[in-house]
């Protein structure tokens, strides 16, 4: 699990995520569509889009369906990395 940041609002049923400092080349933002969980692993839905500052973007994530996104707000979110089809392919 990476802490991708603090969820900040929420805008038309999407959550609003403004991710930790990024330090580094090539470290910190993550992937469109990585799953996006809680500090108990439940997922909370998918990277929707990402703007703002390259140092310390801001991140939309689409809340899974039947999932109150207002129930996040303030927590910290996290990327799950758990092996999936991506190593398949990066051959």
Known sequence: M???GTALHV???KLIVQSEEIVGRGVGIP???SWVVDQKRTRVG???DIFGPVNRPYIIVLPNKGMDAAAHIGKKLYIDEAPG???KWKK
């Open 2 to 4: 990476k802490r991708l």
């Open 11 to 13: 805008v038309q049923n």
């Open 31 to 33: 992937r469109g569509s």
């Open 46 to 48: 998918k990277v929707f």
């Open 85 to 87: 089809r991506d190593r």
